[in-house]
């Protein structure tokens, strides 16, 4: 108990050449500690003033820290390498080290901070800076990589606050530059990046187009060591946003498909943040899309282990927020406190994408629980954070919901609910966007049943779902068959 007062009395340069002879016994003694342990001789270096070596120990620890995914560890670490290398007299090594390190500390704050947080525009900004100062005294960058490294770093954050206009901009500078260089990797980005951008603000079929030129140069063996650099594995994103794509396109079963081989691969690599993403998807798929609950629990029990474990803060408030929509759609208990916690620590991060969806199923909870003044607030602020944004695959979606809210109040307006119907039909059959289709036909089709339009519900309906050709097994189709039954059997009277 007396050592820390004794050694808190030591003077400056007494107290260096104790930890001076501390890492030379370290490294004299235990050869291997600079590769097994680095973070504990960069501590006793960076005491004893070996600024330079410990830079480098403090990188090496900060980049073994990424590779196995302990996030908050990584950011820590490659910060405090940085912050060393700024008090060092500037070389062309030096600047090449700051540049790797400070792309290198995009990644972990990503899934710590949040992809449009402060820290992590600021570490995407600060990269970027280093490379225009090192390109300005004429130093080719050591990686053509960490420059769409950067590129991807703001798109993500624009992904992330929604910024539609943005995202298409960035995505399109990415894929351009990419196709110029020819190389497989920013091409296999590239396109990914495109097909989120065209997807997310309503031109899903395009965007899924590219989505496919993006798996079809994709290879899991030769492109696995990539996953640190773009945050998950290549393959990993780009069937987990694919799968999006597919289901609202009316390709339920090829969805889930994409969402197995993420989680497979991801499970096979062994990389955290590439199995949280898989793991998200395929939650919402089960949850919200497809209706199936029981492997829906297990799914978001998973995602939160993982979540936990490598401490992507982040995404544990995607976990909150899913569990509580699955809570509401099962009636399983009390949905509304962890879907209000989960979407506020979301947003706090600052993110914004999703929003209006995510506020669409809120609205339908505050419905259901009889809190129809708060459910219209949250619907009008879905709808205007839509306008605003352009995030518009979700667009029929918010409205057939808009619709059954209508319904639902104490007293009910089926005017007004045919008007959402009506649009949400509309916006589904541009997009063609088939699974939200066939929820808009449903909903219009009920309500005209309740009205006695039978048959006028039938020939809605029937065409719609006549469409598909897989995922007869999942809550929707389910569903839209009952109700077609029930409609033919009626109409039969």
């Not at 919402?284 to 993982?306: C, H, I, K, M």
């Not at 719609?464 to 033919?488: M, S």
């Amino acid at each position: 108990m007396e050592r820390e007062p004794a050694y808190g009395t030591l003077l400056r340069e007494p107290r260096r050449a104790l930890h001076a002879r501390i890492a030379a016994a370290l490294e004299r003694e235990f050869a291997d500690v600079s590769e097994v342990q680095p973070e504990l001789l960069a501590r006793h270096c960076t005491e004893a003033g070996q600024i330079e070596k410990a830079a480098d120990l403090w990188s090496k620890a900060g980049q073994r820290s990424l590779e196995r995914s302990a996030l908050i560890e990584a950011a820590e670490k490659l910060a405090r390498a940085l912050s060393l290398m700024a008090t060092l007299p500037g070389t062309t090594a030096l600047r090449r080290e700051q540049i790797k390190l400070q792309v290198a500390l995009i990644t972990p704050l990503m899934q710590v901070k949040g992809h449009a947080a402060p820290e992590t525009v600021a570490a995407a900004e600060r990269a970027r800076l280093l490379i225009a100062e090192a390109e300005a005294l004429g130093e080719p960058l050591e990686d053509p990589l960490f420059l769409f490294s950067v590129l991807y770093g703001f798109w993500v954050a624009a992904h992330a606050a929604f910024k539609g206009d943005v995202m298409r901009e960035l995505a399109t500078q990415f894929l351009t530059l990419a196709k110029k260089q020819g190389a497989t990797v920013p091409l296999i980005v590239g396109h990914r990046l495109m097909g989120s951008s065209l997807t997310w603000t309503g031109d899903i079929r395009e965007g899924r187009a590219h989505y496919d030129e993006a798996m079809a140069l994709y290879d899991a063996a030769a492109h696995r060591s990539f996953a640190t650099r773009f945050g998950q594995d290549l393959g990993v994103a780009n069937l987990s946003y694919r799968s999006w794509a597919l289901w609202v396109l009316g390709y339920p079963d090829a969805a889930l498909r994409d969402n197995k081989q993420a989680v497979d691969y991801a499970r096979e690599m062994g990389h955290a943040t590439s199995l949280i993403l898989a793991l998200t998807a395929k939650s919402n798929n089960e949850v919200l899309f497809s209706g199936y609950y029981e492997a829906a629990e297990r799914t978001v029990y998973e995602l939160f282990q993982v979540a936990d474990e490598s401490g992507a803060l982040f995404w544990r408030h995607v976990g909150t927020f899913t569990r509580g929509f699955l809570s509401d759609l099962t009636n399983t208990r009390d949905a509304l406190p962890a879907i209000i916690s989960g979407i506020t620590g979301f947003r706090s991060t600052g993110a914004n994408m999703f929003v209006p969806w995510l506020l669409a199923n809120l609205a339908r909870a505050y419905a259901r629980a009889g809190q129809f003044d708060n459910a219209l607030e949250v619907i009008s602020e879905a709808q205007n954070t839509l306008q605003a944004t352009g995030e518009r695959w979700v667009e029929a979606e918010l409205n057939r919901i808009a619709g059954e809210v209508a319904l639902m109040l104490p007293e009910a307006d089926a005017t007004k609910a045919e008007i959402y119907f009506d649009h949400a039909l509309a916006v589904a059959r541009k997009q063609q966007a088939r699974s939200w289709e066939l929820r808009a036909a449903m909903s219009l089709a009920r309500l005209w049943r309740d009205q006695g339009k039978v048959q006028q519900a039938r020939e809605l309906l029937a065409p719609v779902y006549g469409w598909f050709t897989e995922g007869f097994d999942t809550r929707d189709l389910k569903d839209a068959k009952a109700l077609l039954d029930e409609l033919r059997s009626q109409s039969t009277k």
